[in-house]
């Protein structure tokens, strides 16, 4: 259901945005740009789903000229700010949660709301350049501007102390390249490392269409065959996303199929190959009867008083039921 304001009952839910505190970074948002000051319209809610401007909202903004406040705007309709205060002492104002709503006035022009869990709100202008929102401008009593923030995206080779390349590869996303930096120093062994601009899902997706086989491995998923290491990387950077880290590992060539006891063993009709304790096993492959219920496939009837089954070669009770 939309909502509906109108200029009266918004001055009731406007609250300046204001950042003073024991210390932090931009502490003071007002430098960064005039507030507008413009008359109230009204505005109706959009929903955030099905939205292309809300979909292009979702993500990190910070403040014009320094990396704090930093907003974090999520695809559900939560958000934290983090005012970049950092105190000796609490209370500590760093930051707040709550949710934030997109907002659309007689105008046309779009709005950003921020219902923080203590009762305040802070109200934002969607300024939209080439169809992608660039700025965020506080009105109505909110203070300063907000401009989606910069990433960087770490990368690097695992290695050995001889510096020599093993096969993992890593991505992760840090805010600034300082911290790349420190990242790798912390990791102290690493080959063919990078630090780019933006986040690592943003990365270019291109790899060439050569084709030289990788089995490879995103985490601990299951083995694929890439056609190249290049289309792993992709995969991992995507793996990481705006915001997270990922790790991958390979071997040249493709994957083999896994051999397993039961790839040299035949079993007769009506039977299939199980593995039990490392050992290859035939059991019936249709309901095995035992006594008032049926045994599923791949058991056996162990106790048919009791209607028992068990895997091949497990223990059950030979209590005498009826």
Known sequence: MSKLLTASPLASLLVAFALAGCGGADADPSSDTATDTSEQEAVSQEALTGSQVAKKLVGSWQGASSEYPRVELGAKGDYTLDTGIRCITTPCPSGEEGEWALFRGVSGAYYVALFNDAGGSSW????????????????????????????????????????????AFYAENVKTYEQGKAKLAEIGYFANEAINEGTCAARSQACTKQYAPVCGQVFDEKLETRGNLCELKVAIRQRAGATGAAKGRWSEGECQPEITPCATVRCGWASICVVEDGAAVCVPNTPQPCGATQCAVGTVCCNSSCGICTAPGDVCTQQVCN
């Open 124 to 167: 934002y202008k969607v300024k939209i350049v080439s169809g992608a929102p660039t700025q965020l401008l506080g009105v109505w009593g909110t203070k300063g501007k907000l401009v989606p923030a910069k990433s960087f995206c770490v990368e690097w080779q695992a290695a050995d102390e001889q510096g020599n390349a093993l096969l």
